[in-house]
Every structure is written in C-alpha cells, then in structure tokens.
C-alpha cells in the first residue's frame, strides 16, 4: 500500500457564530432563520454613508474563547478584506487580520494529543445567496437571491496549526472544540444550521520528518462526516497525483455531498488578492488587563474539568459515553440525578439513547423527575421499554414519571392479573411451553410478546419471565 | 454677477424668526425666489427641496407662535452638499451610479440641524464622490463661480460654495477630504471650516476616505460659521471615530484681536503660490501684527511629501469604500451574464473618469506586493506630517497659509490634467492627513476680481482659535471699508 508511506498534514479553520443578543455592528438581532431580510437595516446592508460600531459582548465572548482555547489575548485591530461577492454588503469584509485578539493557543483531545491554535479572531458573517441557476454556483447561475439577515453575524474564526494527522482526528478536534466553545456560552455550535463552518487544510508528506507539502483548502464541509469523508478523499486524492508523478497545485476545492469527492474552485494562481488595511471606521481594541480577568474568572468549567468530575463522581462509566454526555450538555442533569440517589448506569443509558434525539427537551428535564423515572425501571416497577415511553412524554411535554405511567397504563398490573393471563396462554400453547421448559430460549420471547399483545402491553416483560420461570416446575 | 448687499446672515435670520419680524415661510419663500433666479446660471443645486422646507418652515413657524425655541438655526434654509444622505430625498453624491438612490435614513449632521430649527432647501453640486477640485467631476454638470461664471467654484463641495456666495442660502455644508471645503470657499470668497476629525459625525456621509472625510460648514461669515459648527459638533454613537469628549459651544470673543497670538507662516505653503495672492499674505501678515500677532516664519517639511502620501491614502480608502457600488441592493444596475460581470457593467457604465482613475490608483496601492512601498510609505508619511506639526505648535498657536497657491481658474483648464489639478489642494491636504481643523477666510481680491482665500490652522480641537483668527482677518475687510 502506497498509501502508508504518506502522513497527512491537516490544519482546520472553525468559524463559529456568536450567540450575541445583536449583530457585530449594528442593533439588528442576531436569530438564525426568520423570513429572508427582516433582521436587516441601512448598517448590516452596508448602505451608503453607514459605518460600524463594534458590539462589546461580541468581544468577550471572543475573549472568553481566546481563553478557554488557551490564547494569549491581545491588542487588536480590524481590516478590510476586500473582495466583490453580491452576499457581502459592502463589497468588503471587515475581519482581524495581523493583530488578532487571540494568539497562540492549544487545544487537549480527550485523546491526550494536543493541537496547536494559531488564531481565534473576529470577524463578520455574510448574507446568504440562493442562486437560480443550474450548478448552484455563482458563475453559472441565471439569477440569484440574497438574504441579508445573517449579514454581519459576529464569528469567531478559529485557525488550528497544521498539528492534525488523520480524519479520525480531525474530527476530534472538532468535536472537542465545538464542546468546549458551547460551553464558554460563546456559541451553540450548531453545525446543521451552519453555526459552526469547517474548512480543512489538507497535505500529504512522505513521513513525519518530510517537510510539508502543498496543501489545498476543503470547503463547504457541512457536517463531522462530511469532514471525515472530504479529508479521506483528499489524502487519497493528493497521493494518486503524486504516485502518478504529478504535483499538487495549492487551490480551493469544494466538497461535494452527493459526489463525495471535492472539485477545484480557484487555484492560487488566480487566488483573489484580499488588499487588506486596516479598517479606517473602527478604532483598535485594547481590552486591558481587568477585564480580561473578569473573563478568565467568570468562564465556566470546561468539557475537560466537566468529563474528570462525572467519572470521580460516576467512579465507572465508559470515556466514550462521558465524553458525549458532556458534549451533549447532559453531565449536569446525570450528576443531579446521581445525586438523587438514581442508578448511574441506566440513567446514562437513557440519557445517550434516547433523550440525546431530543436534546433542547433533554436539557431542560427536571432532576427529580428524571431520577425518579430511573428509580422506576431500576426497581422493575417499569419495563425498559415502557421507560423509554415515559420518558419520551417526560421530553415531549414534561410532567411527573408516576403519572405519565399511569396515564399510559403502564402502573403494573397485579400479579394474579398477570398469573392468570400467563395461564391462559400456556395452556393455549402446550407445545411452545413443552419447548420452553426443555431452555429453548426463543420460545420465552413468543410468550413475553404473547402477554404483551393479550394485556396490550401493559405487562412488565421482566416479570412475565419471572412468572415463566416459577411454572417450568 | 453683482452680488446682492442686503443679504442676511444665518444669526439674523434666527434672531428675526424667533423675533416674529418675519417668518421662516417668508425666509424659505425669498430663498427659493432667488435659487429660481439665480441657480439657472450657476448650478449649485442638483435638486431643491421646495415643498418639504415650505412645510418644515409652517412647522417653525407654529413652533415660534406657539413660544417655543425651535434652536439656534430656527428657519435658517440650507444647502446639503449631495454625499450626505437625507431620508426620502434623492442622494446622488454628484454620481449616475447611485440612480437617484432615496437614502432609508437622515445622516446624523441632518438631524442635528433639524433637531436646531435649520431647514434643508435643497442638495448640492459637487464632483462626483467629492474626488475633484472644481466641481467639473459632477455627472450633472459643472457647477460656476458666482465672481465669474467663466470659473470653476473650487471642489468637490462647489455647489455649497457658490450657493452660499450667490447668496442663494446662507449656510451650506460641505465635506472635506483634502480641501473640498477649504478650497472652493477660497474660490468662492466665502467662509469655509474644516473642524478636527472626530468632531463632527461622519454617520451618513457618503465615505470617499474614510480617515480623512469631515463634515463642516460654509457661511458668509465667521459668525455664521460658528453658529453652524455649533449645531453639528458632538458625539455620535453611530461613527466610532466621533470623539467622545464635551464640546461646548465654540464662542469667539473678538474684543482682544489676536493679541499675544503666535501665528506661524509656513514657508512651504508659499512656495509658487500667485505673486497676488502673495502681497495679499504680506498684507494679512501686517495687519494680524498690528492686532497684537505675533508673526514669525517656520516650516513644517513634511507638508511638501503630503500630496504623494494623500494620493495613496484618499485612493486607497475610497477603492474600498466604493466597492459597494456593484448593482446588487441599490443604485444603477447594468445587467451581464453573471453577477460578476453585471458589477463590472453597472461600476464601468456608472462611474467618471476621475473616479475609475482614483480606484485604480487605490487598488494598485494596496495590492499584494505594492501594499509596503505605497500604502505602508505613505501611512509612514502620515505620520511624520503629524509629528511635524506637533513641533511646529510648540512654538505657534496657529498657523497661517493661502487656501490655494492661485484664485479661480477656469472651466476646462485643468480637466485634462489630473495632477495640476491635484496640486490645487497642495496647502488643504496635510491639515486632513494630521485630522486637525483649518479654515479658509476671504481676504481681498485679485485684479480679476476674484476672491483670495486664508488659511488659519491649529492643532487638533482648537478650532475655536481658527475661528478667532479668521474673524479677526475678516475684519481688515470692514476696516478698509473705514
Ligand atoms: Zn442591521
């Protein structure tokens, strides 16, 4: 295999979207959707005569970035990256270019390989343009419409050094990441509503020692899969070419979703010239020394101090599901219902199996109630099954676990109840019962699903076996 | 064109108004009379305003009846240099692209002199995106120098010049990148400020440099300066390079002349200037002597390198700055066959020659590569002009100059010649490159009877003492009248 004598070098760029109350430059909220063009006004659609005034929370939560990634936050300063594209207002974007806010940072895998942060800076979103026309690209499209409402979104762009070295890595780092900007409150790092944007910078090199190659930059990277799957099409794009005697040439290439594979958008050599300088409009920000304190004393605790206080806490637990639990959000709610006296395992179960579909409704389950559902099942006085019913109520519409179970019929039918349905059925179902006996064991799920269909799932399947059990005798 | 005697000044308007010894429908009635009149030969307006400033004027009017302060511009008409947006009135910045755009909003000056009593009658000339130095770069027309309408009025704010010396309004505004304001109130022989950068609000000024553009005033007289000065100073949220400090009322106390004032003539600024304009500095000099000034020559030699670092800076900003002007959201658009070519269409059939020639040098400027030498040299430069002047205002405390090195010259002359007609803002420029205020006052005339204009400097924030210098040059003219 050609390919094991290549190491991929991978360096990514995360922009993420601020959750500010309002845009980076003017008072128009910052909501993702609303109808094309409603948050709009004479500022964010860069109308003549309009200038900027940089919104101060869009700052520190840059800062509160800078800070968990590790960054030395600094004196800062805007510029205008010039480009023509009919989605940016102006016709430039205003962006931190030689003076960032934050520097030189790293960021710690739950892996325990650390990766490297060149940059986290400030700049502003774009509109969004539909185009008309048949390749869904601009220079082909007949007609196109733009929708200025994300227009001047605050983003925080994130520049990883070139530290990454496989797919699987990558989209470590950026699990990782997106669970620790969500926590910093900063962002919701929802990549399905583009929230968080990923582009990749993907070379190849014979070995670790082999000085870097040419790289190419992946965009339109819209999902972790999407990530993993662009940059293993890439590593193996770049090597054919090389095997093949060619060169790599540096160029931006788009993924394609429905292709798999990414197509060359512009090459260097007729990159765009961005003529940066610095913003005239916009004066340089020195945040100063006490409130960056405030920020770093105010930040709250990060996926790693959160994931090492769930296993002391849960003192087992298997790293991958921690690890999820706190990405999803859920470690504070698992904690609570420890505290509760609830069974650990089960509630993580539950947790990472079913309410993680629903994960807003998740998040805002009361600890009492959800413990007590866990109690539940624990004690048998619910089914597994039954369980995920209650629960799935508990996240559809809330509400106490007991009464969802009675409201669904699921209170436990009496014993004789049962014993006399179980009864009737083995006496139904002489033969089946001759084979349980004799430890057939798929015969127990014909009984069990028999009793369900007869109590109309009222039953708990665990004490149906119980009862099965007790007639074998 | 002989001039009417009778006009009134902006501070007599008020104080009439206020008074009830006339109305402000009366004022704005006689004032668009004579735009009627006088505005066919002269061009300075590119769209009057009537109906709205005859409704606003009832508004003032029923506000004084009523007795109530409508400010200290209560019914004062006004010209609006067109890159100043006004809500609903066409902004057109002298320019095709914009198509007549109707801006959504008022820029914040517009308001403040609303929120005074001062009444908007119209929009007026200038070169288009105020890239020019007489007006002639307007898409509309060349606005003429109401001395000789053979001659340019000076630019880019030509048209709030002439106005303002046609006596066709007695207050205008204008903007001031690198003498737009100074220059053709020389040319015009009327008063005209450029106050500190910051002071002012740049909020819907159509921006041509950004770290240069200033708003300010034009008036007949120093009084009527500072009373306009007045009413638009102030801090702005919505521009963030606005000052954020108290700026009380300028007040000018003329009664002790410029007594014990160090004013310094700088020496570069003299250099090829016309042999009239000349005698009339040696006579400005005499007489800010005989008021107590003490007069004394000195140099501030990065001024000379200030034209090069202005014309990499200005050209730059502005490339950026007019980018949007692409035919996606507003103004002119020219169709194509993609979005790219329909912005190469609508920018190659909407914009001027001078215009296309400045983007050009600006784009250059900042290109990959030619960024350090041009940009990065010229922002060096900047620099040195500021240190310069701090040296030089150790010493002085105002510094005098001619506005222009000639008068007026005429329409045509110089239109083929870009760089002669560069060096006509040859003395403006570093005051914008250093952000501190100027003012250029009326001093006499030349033997074509053209207006000659003086230049007053100061550091930043001390516009009130140009203001005073000015108004005691203003007063050699009285004096003579003796
Ligand atoms: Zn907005």
Same mark, same amino acid.
């Given at each position: 295999?050609?390919?094991?004598?290549?190491?991929?070098?991978?360096?990514?760029?995360?922009?993420?979207?601020?959750?500010?109350?309002?845009?980076?430059?003017?008072?128009?909220?910052?909501?993702?959707?609303?109808?094309?063009?409603?948050?709009?006004?004479?500022?964010?659609?860069?109308?003549?005569?309009?200038?900027?005034?940089?919104?101060?929370?869009?700052?520190?939560?840059?800062?509160?970035?800078?800070?968990?990634?590790?960054?030395?936050?600094?004196?800062?300063?805007?510029? +205008?990256?010039?480009?023509?594209?009919?989605?940016?207002?102006?016709?430039?974007?205003?962006?931190?270019?030689?003076?960032?806010?934050?520097?030189?940072?790293?960021?710690?895998?739950?892996?325990?390989?650390?990766?490297?942060?060149?940059?986290?800076?400030?700049?502003?979103?774009?509109?969004?343009?539909?185009?008309?026309?048949?390749?869904?690209?601009?220079?082909?499209?007949?007609?196109?419409?733009?929708?200025?409402?994300?227009?001047?979104?605050?983003?925080?762009?994130?520049?990883?050094?070139?530290?990454?070295?496989?797919?699987?890595?990558?989209?470590?780092?950026?699990?990782?990441?997106?669970?620790?900007?969500?926590?910093?409150?900063?962002?919701?790092? +929802?990549?399905?509503?583009?929230?968080?944007?990923?582009?990749?910078?993907?070379?190849?090199?014979?070995?670790?020692?082999?000085?870097?190659?040419?790289?190419?930059?992946?965009?339109?990277?819209?999902?972790?899969?999407?990530?993993?799957?662009?940059?293993?099409?890439?590593?193996?794009?770049? $090597?054919?070419?090389?095997?093949?005697?060619?060169?790599?040439?540096?160029?931006?290439?788009?993924?394609?979703?429905?292709?798999?594979?990414?197509?060359?958008?512009?090459?260097?050599?007729?990159?765009?010239?961005?003529?940066?300088?610095?913003?005239?409009?916009?004066?340089? $920000?020195?945040?100063?020394?006490?409130?960056?304190?405030?920020?770093?004393?105010?930040?709250?605790?990060?996926?790693?101090?959160?994931?090492?206080?769930?296993?002391?806490?849960?003192?087992?637990?298997?790293?991958?599901?921690?690890? /999820?639990?706190?990405?999803?959000?859920?470690?504070?709610?698992?904690?609570?219902?420890?505290?509760?006296?609830?069974?650990?395992?089960?509630?993580?179960?539950?947790?990472?199996?079913?309410?993680?579909?629903? *994960?807003?409704?998740?998040?805002?389950?009361?600890?009492?109630?959800?413990?007590?559902?866990?109690?539940?099942?624990?004690?048998?006085?619910?089914?597994?099954?039954? &369980?995920?019913?209650?629960?799935?109520?508990?996240?559809?519409?809330?509400?106490?676990?007991?009464?969802?179970?009675?409201?669904?019929?699921?209170?436990?039918?009496?014993?004789?109840?049962?014993?006399?349905? $179980?009864?009737?059925?083995?006496?139904?179902?002489?033969?089946?019962?001759?084979?349980?006996?004799?430890?057939?064991?798929?015969?127990?799920?014909?009984?069990?699903?028999?009793?369900?269909?007869?109590?109309?799932?009222?039953?708990?399947?665990?004490?149906?076996?119980?009862?099965?059990?007790?007639?074998?005798? | 064109?002989?001039?009417?005697?009778?006009?009134?000044?902006?501070?007599? *308007?008020?104080?009439?108004?206020?008074?009830?010894?006339?109305?402000?429908?009366?004022?704005?009635?006689?004032?668009?009379? @004579?735009?009627?009149?006088?505005?066919?030969?002269?061009?300075?307006?590119?769209?009057?305003?009537?109906?709205?400033?005859?409704?606003?004027?009832?508004?003032?009017?029923?506000?004084?009846?009523?007795?109530?302060?409508?400010?200290?511009?209560?019914?004062?008409?006004?010209?609006?240099?067109?890159?100043?947006? !006004?809500?609903?009135?066409?902004?057109? &910045?002298?320019?095709?692209?914009?198509?007549?755009?109707?801006?959504?909003?008022?820029?914040?000056?517009?308001?403040?002199? @609303?929120?005074?009593?001062? $009444?908007?009658?119209?929009?007026?000339?200038?070169?288009?995106?105020?890239?020019?130095?007489?007006?002639?770069?307007?898409?509309?027309?060349?606005?003429?120098?109401?001395?000789?309408?053979?001659?340019?009025?000076?630019?880019?704010?030509?048209?709030?010049?002439?106005?303002?010396?046609?006596?066709?309004?007695?207050?205008?505004?204008?903007?001031?990148?690198?003498?737009?304001?100074?220059?053709?109130?020389?040319?015009?022989?009327?008063?005209?400020?450029?106050? !500190?950068?910051?002071?002012?609000?740049?909020?819907?000024?159509?921006?041509?440099?950004?770290?240069?553009?200033?708003?300010?005033?034009?008036? +007949?007289?120093?009084?009527?300066?500072?009373?306009?000065?007045?009413?638009?100073?102030?801090?702005?949220?919505?521009?963030?390079?606005?000052?954020?400090?108290?700026?009380?009322?300028?007040?000018?106390?003329?009664?002790?002349?410029?007594?014990?004032?160090?004013?310094?003539?700088?020496?570069?600024?003299?250099?090829?200037?016309?042999?009239?304009?000349?005698?009339?500095?040696?006579?400005?000099?005499?007489?800010?002597?005989?008021?107590?000034?003490?007069?004394?020559?000195?140099?501030?030699?990065?001024?000379?390198?200030?034209?090069?670092?202005?014309?990499?800076?200005?050209?730059?900003?502005?490339?950026?700055?007019?980018?949007?002007?692409?035919?996606?959201?507003?103004?002119?658009?020219?169709?194509?066959?993609?979005?790219?070519?329909?912005?190469?269409?609508?920018?190659?059939?909407?914009?001027?020659?001078?215009?296309?020639?400045?983007?050009?040098?600006?784009?250059?400027?900042?290109?990959?590569?030619?960024?350090?030498?041009?940009?990065?040299?010229?922002?060096?430069? +900047? !620099?040195?002009?500021?240190?310069?002047?701090?040296?030089?205002?150790?010493?002085?405390?105002?510094?005098?100059?001619?506005?222009?090195?000639?008068?007026?010259?005429?329409?045509?002359?110089?239109?083929?010649?870009?760089? !002669?007609?560069?060096?006509?803002?040859?003395?403006?420029?570093?005051?914008?490159?250093?952000?501190?205020?100027?003012?250029?006052?009326?001093?006499?005339?030349?033997?074509?009877?053209?207006?000659?204009?003086?230049?007053?400097?100061?550091?930043?924030?001390?516009?009130?003492? /140009?203001?005073?210098?000015?108004?005691?040059?203003?007063?050699? @003219?009285?004096?003579?009248?003796?």
């Amino acid at each position: 295999m050609t390919e094991e004598r290549y190491e991929p070098v991978i360096g990514l760029e995360v922009h993420c979207e601020l959750r500010t109350a309002t845009k980076l430059w003017c008072a128009c909220p910052n909501e993702f959707g609303g109808e094309p063009n409603t948050h709009i006004c004479p500022i964010c659609l860069g109308l003549p005569g309009t200038l900027p005034v940089l919104n101060r929370n869009a700052v520190e939560y840059a800062m509160r970035i800078g800070t968990a990634l590790n960054c030395e936050i600094k004196p800062s300063k805007f510029h +205008r990256k010039n480009y023509f594209y009919p989605d940016m207002p102006k016709d430039f974007q205003i962006s931190q270019y030689d003076e960032p806010i934050n520097v030189q940072g790293y960021l710690d895998l739950p892996t325990g390989i650390r990766i490297g942060i060149e940059r986290a800076h400030i700049e502003e979103d774009t509109g969004k343009s539909s185009h008309l026309g048949k390749s869904g690209r601009i220079h082909a499209a007949y007609g196109a419409l733009v929708d200025y409402n994300r227009a001047g979104v605050p983003l925080v762009e994130i520049v990883s050094a070139p530290d990454i070295r496989s797919s699987e890595q990558a989209k470590d780092y950026v699990s990782e990441l997106r669970a620790v900007l969500v926590a910093t409150g900063a962002t919701d790092g +929802r990549m399905e509503e583009g929230s968080l944007r990923v582009d990749a910078n993907v070379s190849v090199r014979k070995g670790p020692d082999a000085p870097f190659g040419t790289r190419c930059e992946i965009k339109n990277v819209n999902s972790l899969r999407s990530l993993v799957r662009a940059i293993e099409y890439e590593i193996k794009r770049q $090597i054919e070419v090389l095997e093949d005697g060619g060169r790599i040439i540096q160029q931006t290439r788009h993924f394609n979703e429905d292709t798999l594979s990414t197509v060359a958008l512009r090459s260097k050599e007729e990159a765009q010239d961005y003529r940066y300088f610095p913003e005239p409009d916009l004066p340089p $920000i020195s945040p100063g020394e006490a409130w960056i304190n405030k920020v770093k004393e105010e930040l709250p605790p990060l996926p790693p101090q959160r994931r090492a206080k769930v296993k002391e806490i849960f003192g087992t637990g298997d790293d991958g599901q921690i690890i /999820t639990l706190v990405e999803q959000d859920l470690d504070g709610l698992f904690l609570g219902v420890l505290s509760h006296g609830a069974d650990g395992e089960i509630a993580i179960r539950r947790l990472l199996n079913e309410a993680a579909s629903q *994960i807003e409704a998740a998040r805002k389950l009361d600890v009492k109630d959800f413990a007590a559902l866990i109690g539940m099942e624990k004690s048998g006085k619910l089914s597994a099954t039954q &369980c995920k019913a209650v629960l799935a109520e508990m996240l559809e519409s809330g509400g106490s676990p007991l009464q969802i179970a009675a409201s669904l019929g699921f209170e436990g039918m009496k014993s004789n109840e049962l014993e006399e349905v $179980i009864t009737q059925i083995i006496n139904d179902n002489p033969d089946a019962f001759e084979r349980f006996k004799a430890g057939d064991e798929k015969v127990t799920q014909f009984f069990v699903g028999q009793v369900m269909k007869a109590t109309k799932g009222k039953a708990n399947g665990k004490s149906v076996i119980e009862f099965l059990e007790t007639k074998k005798s | 064109m002989k001039l009417s005697e009778q006009l009134l000044s902006a501070k007599e *308007i008020a104080v009439g108004i206020k008074n009830k010894t006339f109305s402000a429908t009366e004022i704005v009635s006689d004032t668009l009379g @004579r735009i009627e009149k006088l505005d066919g030969d002269i061009h300075a307006f590119l769209n009057v305003t009537g109906d709205q400033a005859l409704l606003r004027a009832k508004e003032i009017d029923e506000m004084v009846s009523k007795g109530e302060d409508p400010g200290i511009l209560a019914g004062v008409p006004i010209g609006i240099k067109d890159n100043i947006c !006004t809500r609903k009135v066409a902004t057109t &910045c002298g320019s095709k692209i914009l198509n007549e755009w109707k801006p959504p909003y008022d820029a914040t000056v517009i308001e403040k002199l @609303r929120s005074q009593g001062a $009444i908007v009658v119209g929009k007026t000339n200038m070169d288009e995106f105020a890239m020019g130095s007489s007006t002639e770069h307007s898409a509309f027309g060349p606005t003429k120098n109401p001395h000789n309408i053979k001659c340019v009025p000076g630019g880019s704010s030509g048209g709030s010049a002439a106005a303002v010396a046609s006596g066709m309004v007695p207050l205008a505004l204008g903007s001031d990148t690198g003498g737009s304001i100074r220059q053709p109130a020389a040319f015009c022989g009327v008063v005209g400020l450029k106050p !500190t950068y910051g002071l002012v609000s740049r909020y819907g000024l159509v921006a041509f440099a950004s770290s240069l553009d200033q708003i300010g005033p034009f008036s +007949r007289d120093v009084d009527d300066s500072v009373l306009l000065a007045n009413a638009i100073m102030g801090h702005d949220p919505l521009d963030s390079t606005s000052l954020d400090i108290d700026t009380p009322p300028i007040k000018i106390n003329s009664d002790g002349g410029v007594r014990g004032l160090r004013i310094g003539l700088v020496s570069e600024f003299l250099e090829g200037i016309s042999p009239e304009i000349s005698e009339a500095i040696e006579r400005a000099c005499k007489y800010l002597d005989a008021g107590g000034g003490q007069v004394e020559s000195c140099s501030v030699p990065s001024v000379k390198q200030s034209l090069s670092a202005y014309y990499l800076i200005a050209p730059a900003e502005a490339s950026s700055n007019l980018a949007r002007f692409d035919g996606v959201r507003f103004g002119m658009r020219v169709d194509g066959k993609n979005a790219e070519e329909m912005m190469v269409n609508t920018r190659t059939a909407g914009f001027g020659d001078e215009v296309k020639r400045r983007i050009m040098l600006g784009t250059y400027a900042l290109s990959a590569g030619y960024y350090d030498a041009y940009y990065g040299s010229a922002q060096k430069l +900047r !620099t040195l002009v500021i240190r310069d002047f701090e040296s030089v205002y150790q010493k002085f405390d105002v510094l005098l100059s001619p506005t222009t090195p000639t008068t007026a010259f005429e329409i045509g002359a110089k239109i083929d010649d870009p760089l !002669t007609m560069y060096l006509s803002d040859v003395c403006t420029i570093p005051t914008n490159l250093a952000g501190h205020p100027a003012i250029s006052v009326p001093f006499g005339y030349d033997s074509k009877g053209l207006p000659i204009g003086l230049q007053v400097l100061a550091p930043a924030l001390k516009d009130d003492l /140009t203001l005073k210098v000015a108004s005691y040059l203003e007063s050699a @003219r009285e004096n003579a009248n003796d």
